[in-house]
Every structure is written in structure tokens, then in C-alpha cells.
């Protein structure tokens, strides 16, 4: 079955500490994103990568960091400088500029960090 | 950064009414995509539209690609209780740097 995995699903963290969270696929997909949502809001573009060893800040990167070691993953860290980290963190992937229907981005369920 | 309008920001439905939601943009843009949300989960693509006119129909989801290329429609007919949900529209214009470009949501709510 192919797919996009984040785990945990759910996620505690005492302030100060950083925490990382995983985010897997198995669809062969060059581009790998992560997002940020809030209650009742819509998606904020955390980090993207369009290839391996390779990513870009989108619009709220500060307090958060990524690496892009292997095809299928992209793991986001968020690290303790991040003001408000508690929310609902999703994971994106899409075939990329060199596939076909480029910028279809498929999601996995979604990790809820709680930080306290 | 660029921004898209969605709108309603919310809708309370009775089960059975047909459904209409749009997303302007001030630019031009070359991709529409439409999601579904549901609680605690992650979005899920419904449609994609890639022609300025262009219709595309998923089972009662119909979308459209407005002909100015700066909107786009969702029609869903008939709906029942597991169409209740976030829909997102999202769009990918020639500058926006191969990111999409998120549009806030339409919350469908069904009446009791």
C-alpha cells in the first residue's frame, strides 16, 4: 500500500525540550512539505524540498528545522526556539516538476503536538 | 505572499440541499485543486484542474476552472452527513515558486 506515514499521531513535549517528528512515504515522490495548521485555521507552509539534500523555508520556518537525508523522508524538528509549537503538524508529498500532474500534494494523518 | 478568498467560511446544510463554494485569487493562476479535511485528519485531494473551463465531476463533486483563471467553483449535489467537513482550495500560480497557495477553508456544518 503506498502512502504517506507520520507517527506519532499524538505527542507531548515539556517546553524547552525539541521534538521530532516523522514523516514517510513510499510513493516514490520527489517533493516532500510540511505544514502547520491551528484550530479552526488553514495550512501554513512550514518547509518544502523539491529534491533530496535539498529544502526551502516557506513562511513560518522560524523555530523549525528539517533534513532531507532519503527520498522518502522528511523529518521536521521543532526545536525549542519555537514561540507556540503546540498544534497540528501535517506531512506533504508530491511527484515534483519532472512528473506527471506535478503539484498534487498527498497527505498523511497528521501528528497533534501538545508541548506544556 | 499571494492569497486566495475562499468562501463561505462556513455552511450550515440540510442533508439532501446541493452545495456551492468558490475561491477567487487577484492573480492568474495556472493549477485549482480542491481538498476535504475531516477532524484530526489529514486533507484529501478531490479534484484537480489544470484548463482555464475547465469541469471535472467526482461522484457528486463537480469543480470548475474559472475562465478568467482567477477562480474556481465546488458544487457538491445532494448532500449527505459524510460530506460534513473542511474544504480547502488550493492553486498554484507561475510565481508562487512550485508552492500552492492555501485558500482558508469552507466548513460544512449539517443542520439537525
Known amino acids: 500500500d503506498g502512502g504517506i506515514t507520520q507517527s506519532p499521531k499524538y505527542l507531548f513535549r515539556k517546553e524547552g525540550q525539541n521534538v521530532t517528528l516523522s514523516c514517510e512515504q513510499n510513493?516514490?515522490?520527489?517533493?516532500m512539505y510540511w505544514y502547520r495548521q491551528d484550530p479552526g485555521q488553514g495550512l501554513r507552509l512550514i518547509y518544502y524540498s523539491q529534491i533530496v539534500n535539498d529544502f526551502q523555508k516557506g513562511d513560518i520556518a522560524e523555530g523549525y528545522s528539517v533534513s532531507r537525508e532519503k527520498k522518502e523522508s522528511f523529518p521536521l524538528t521543532v526545536t525549542s526556539a519555537q514561540k507556540n509549537p503546540t498544534a497540528f503538524y501535517l506531512c506533504?508529498?508530491?511527484?515534483?516538476?519532472?512528473?506527471?500532474?506535478?503539484?498534487?500534494?498527498?497527505f498523511g494523518p497528521g501528528t497533534r503536538l501538545t508541548v506544556t | 505572499g499571494q492569497q486566495l478568498n475562499q468562501s463561505p467560511q462556513s455552511m450550515f446544510i440540510q442533508e439532501g440541499e446541493d452545495v456551492s463554494m468558490n475561491c477567487t485569487s487577484s492573480s492568474i493562476f495556472n493549477t485549482w485543486l480542491w481538498y476535504k479535511q475531516d477532524p484530526g485528519e489529514g486533507p484529501v485531494l478531490l479534484i484537480a484542474l489544470y484548463k482555464a473551463g475547465e469541469l471535472t465531476s467526482n461522484g457528486r463533486l463537480t469543480a470548475q476552472f474559472g475562465i478568467t483563471r482567477k477562480d474556481s467553483f465546488l458544487n457538491i449535489s445532494a448532500s449527505i452527513p459524510s460530506d460534513v467537513g473542511i474544504y480547502f482550495c488550493a492553486g498554484l500560480s507561475g510565481d508562487s515558486n512550485y508552492q500552492l497557495i492555501w485558500g482558508a477553508g469552507t466548513k460544512l456544518i449539517i443542520k439537525p
Open positions: 506533504a508529498s508530491a511527484r515534483g516538476s519532472g512528473g506527471v500532474r506535478p503539484y498534487e500534494q498527498y
Open positions: 510513493l516514490n515522490h520527489d517533493a
